[in-house]
């Protein structure tokens, strides 16, 4: 049961879900407690908090507290974590955030020139990537799934619909677009109002797909899988939307920080591999890193000649976030510490 909550305690939950996905660590690889200093932290890096937790604006502790009473959140000493009604309440507001910031951004995608620009150069074709998608992996993608009219196709988080249109496009297959950014999701289904009968999107997320059993023969996840709250309970959905003998094709990542096991950037012991393996699903993989290191090269290069027209747009965030998404993965791709695989999956 979902309830209506004040934006402050509502931002709480939030930040404290980030930090059950994401757990801040310790050198020894042990998780830091979500005190109200560490939920604080993740506050500011979500949702901007521009006053201290002791303030009377917003004082983390009387907030705590109220979230107590109302069964959302629990405490031991100094430690507090969500219980289930309150993890169910927070998945919730997560989606919400996600999808308000998604549909900002895709709406300012849609009628940027100098983004536009930007996809043509850096990926080869202008599909409003918001991922590192490039036409040498979609063309691969198409190879292997090798779609024609006589499929249906569900692609998650497909965004402003682009990529979505262009499978329809090419295949003639017939294709679901989901995605939590609402704004974009209508704006997709104006901007193909002529292609309905084989093209069509819907708002829905990833953690709680109301798509029916047996309904699609193909599904492709491109950049999507990580916004699972529950990757296990997402591929068991996956594969009953499946009809029988479908297939599933995912473009994912997988990072090894510090503390991880190196192993972990092998295509046979990455997370989604892991899950994969616990459904009985077997799979095969093509490793893309190579490909993601020469497009974020150019990424950083063409993001920053393109600067100024961005600015010109009121756009210059959208830039910027190109460019620290370089700064910040490409020495990790340099330096062993990520890789970029296309898993395809066929049900037997």
């Known amino acids: 049961m979902q309830i209506q909550l004040p934006v402050e305690e509502s931002l709480f939950l939030d930040a404290l879900l980030s930090l059950e996905l ?17 939920i604080h932290k993740r506050g500011l890096e979500l949702h901007k908090w521009k006053i201290k ?22 405490r031991i ?3 507090y974590s969500l219980t289930a009604f309150g993890k169910t309440n ?39 990537q918001a991922n590192m998608m490039d036409m040498v992996q979609l063309d691969k993608l198409l190879q292997i ?5 006589k499929n249906k196709v569900l692609d998650l988080g497909c965004g402003l619909g682009k990529i979505s249109e262009y499978i329809s496009d090419v295949t003639g297959a017939c294709v679901l677009g989901i995605d939590v ?14 292609k309905r009968q084989r093209l069509i999107y819907k708002i829905d997320d990833i953690n709680n797909l109301t798509i ?10 491109i950049a999507t899988l990580h916004y699972s709250i529950d990757i296990d309970k997402t591929i068991k959905q996956l594969k009953e939307i499946l009809t029988p003998l479908g297939q599933i094709g995912i473009f994912t990542f997988q990072y090894a920080f510090e503390n991880d096991n190196p192993d972990i950037l092998h295509p046979d012991n ?19 890193t190579d490909n993601e290191i020469k497009i974020s090269q150019n990424q950083l290069i063409i993001a920053n000649e393109l600067k100024k027209q961005f600015q010109e747009e009121g756009n210059i965030d959208l830039c910027n976030d190109r460019i620290e998404e370089c700064e910040i993965d490409l020495p990790r791709l340099l330096n062993g510490q990520k890789r970029r695989f296309l898993y395809y999956i066929q049900l037997s």
């Open 145 to 149: 799934l090798n779609l024609s009219s």
């Open 53 to 74: 937790g002791n303030s009377e604006e917003l004082n983390l502790e009387d907030i705590s507290e109220l979230l107590i009473k109302k069964e959302l959140l629990q």
């Open 181 to 194: 950014a609402n704004d974009a999701i209508n704006l997709a289904n104006k901007r193909t109002q002529e």
């Open 212 to 221: 029916s059993s047996n309904s699609y023969d193909t599904i492709i996840a």
């Open 270 to 288: 990455t997370k989604l591999a892991q899950v994969l393996k616990k459904n009985d699903l077997e799979f095969r993989t093509w490793d893309f």
């Open 90 to 128: 927070a998945i919730t507001i997560r989606g919400k955030r996600i999808g308000d910031r998604f549909s900002s951004e895709f709406l300012r995608i849609a009628t940027s020139t100098a983004h536009s620009i930007f996809c043509k150069r850096v990926f080869g074709k202008d599909l409003s």
């Open 22 to 38: 994401y757990p801040e660590k310790y050198k020894t690889n042990k998780e830091i407690p979500s005190t109200l200093d560490s």
């Open 77 to 79: 000493e100094n430690a």
